[in-house]
């Protein structure tokens, strides 16, 4: 089962070499009409950590989210939704390309490099085509991705920005300035500016990506939330006192990590307990629902609602307890699981949800089909777009997951795995190498660790080979044949 591997520090040239190489924008901009002669507006909500369950509309009964239920409820919600790297910088990278992090060469939180000019972002393609495109919020791809052109910006590219004393850079016609500080709430701030560009007459089509930073750590509020949930009970997981029971079947790679409740990794600021997690991750999205409610009232008064297909997806899910965890990176449900709505009612009928297993791989796709552009072959992903219309598409039935940043931030071990629709095969592939394998039909909090028991032992060779064979398929540089 030992596999050889090259580091998870290889040089971005290396992971590059059997990437996408040079892909011509033009071949990619040949637009099939939309079928009412009118393409639509685009607008791309992505939330902060923002986990499946993190919307009433998906059942929680404490946190309250109208606006993002209204996406689910008015078009299609996916039930069974995720990203393949669970980290903020390269899960973006992947959001805009439509290609696995392998493929990008965007790897950690860290790399500041532009992602190379031969792989085009959905919104460069757009553009070509006519689009007015803007940034806003928080970008942290790369450089920020200022080297791309955008109608206007409003983002900054770090993990958070100060909550109260933000810095953004702006721009307009592909031109951006210095970072200037202000004096407002980072993501009331963000949305005032989102709004104020919407407002400008265009001739053009729109598509605005509404990047939200909260709620990242160190969680402030926005001071109306304050008293937000006071007096509020919040339940244990069921796995949160099975820390204190030296976490049994999970791995060393598992326990060791930094990234729970309790440790100061980040900064002081980082959790000291449950209740004060979650109740500020739950502050946090009631002020991004607040603010998506403004963009909302906005798209309303100015009879474009309709006119503008809306995607709500996240960078990655979060730990909000299971295992006495914080934070993501790892492969376990409630870090790579996210939120996946689409409301366009010109195509998608309301009410809707599906089971099949959606990615962030498969975004770039839907953005560009729904536009009425072909999906460049480059791209890894697949268009959502046929499901969303209730039509019955051959679909994935297994997917790779691959995780790189190691020892920072958090000492969570570089990994990779498969997710089927019944398995979940983990391989912490450093020395010493680990393994995770669960049945997620009879074990979906995943706490029994079938790994080296006897009777798996031909399902584990059968998910290790599937999982080697992704990788082939989509140029992993670092698989030696």
């Not at 792989?119 to 393609?125: M, Q, V």
């Not at 791995?251 to 060791?256: I, K, M, Q, T, Y």
């Not at 990994?415 to 089927?420: A, D, E, F, L």
């Not at 029994?448 to 031909?458: D, F, I, Q, R, T």
Request: hydrophobic share 35%; with cysteine; charged share 25%.
């Amino acid at each position: 089962m030992s596999t050889p591997e090259s580091s998870p520090h290889s040089t971005r040239r290396q992971f590059l070499a059997s990437s996408a190489g040079a892909i011509s924008l033009a071949s990619a901009l040949q637009a099939a009409p939309p079928a009412n002669g009118k393409r639509p507006n685009l607008l791309l909500i992505l939330g902060e950590g923002q986990r499946a369950d993190a919307m009433s509309i998906a059942g929680n009964t404490l946190l309250k989210t109208p606006n993002h239920d209204r996406i689910g409820r008015e078009g299609i919600r996916f039930t069974n939704a995720f990203v393949t790297n669970a980290l903020c910088a390269p899960a973006r990278a992947v959001t805009l390309t439509g290609m696995n992090s392998h493929a990008t060469g965007a790897l950690g939180n860290h790399v500041r490099e532009p992602l190379p000019s031969s792989i085009p972002l959905f919104t460069d393609l757009l553009h070509q085509a006519g689009y007015e495109v803007a940034m806003c919020g928080k970008a942290h791809i790369g450089n920020g991705a200022q080297e791309r052109y955008w109608d206007y910006y409003f983002a900054f590219n770090s993990p958070a920005t100060n909550y109260y004393h933000p810095k953004f850079s702006e721009g307009r016609d592909g031109k951006i300035g210095e970072p200037d500080t202000y004096n407002a709430y980072a993501d009331d701030l963000m949305t005032g500016k989102a709004l104020a560009w919407l407002k400008q007459p265009r001739e053009k089509p729109f598509c605005l990506m509404l990047w939200f930073q909260t709620p990242h750590a160190p969680f402030y509020r926005a001071r109306r939330h304050l008293d937000l949930y006071n007096g509020v009970p919040i339940p244990k997981p069921d796995t949160f006192d099975d820390d204190l029971k030296g976490y049994p079947g999970k791995p060393r790679a598992f326990a060791e990590a930094d990234n729970k409740i309790g440790t100061t990794v980040l900064g002081a600021d980082d959790p000291r307990s449950l209740e004060e997690l979650v109740k500020d991750y739950y502050a946090g999205l009631v002020s991004c629902d607040e603010n998506l409610g403004r963009i909302f009232d906005w798209l309303e008064s100015s009879g474009q609602m309709d006119d503008t297909a809306i995607v709500h997806c996240a960078d990655h899910g979060f730990f909000l307890g299971e295992w006495r965890m914080y934070d993501k990176r790892f492969m376990h449900e409630p870090s790579i699981r996210v939120p996946m709505q689409i409301r366009y009612p010109r195509l998608v009928a309301a009410g809707q949800t599906r089971e099949e297993m959606v990615l962030n791989l498969d975004i770039a796709p839907t953005m560009l089909e729904l536009a009425g552009l072909p999906v460049p072959a480059h791209m890894q992903g697949h268009s959502m777009l046929p499901l969303a219309k209730g039509e019955k598409p051959a679909w994935r039935e297994e997917w790779l997951y691959e995780y790189y940043e190691y020892p920072d931030a958090e000492k969570v071990k570089p990994s990779r795995g498969i997710r089927t629709t019944r398995y979940k095969y983990i391989h912490y592939y450093t020395e010493p190498q680990e393994f995770e394998l669960y049945d997620l039909a009879s074990d979906p909090g995943e706490r029994n660790n079938l790994y080296g028991k006897p009777e798996h032992a031909e399902l584990t060779r059968h998910l290790h080979a599937r999982m080697d064979e992704l990788r082939r398929q989509t140029n992993d540089p670092s698989l030696k044949s």
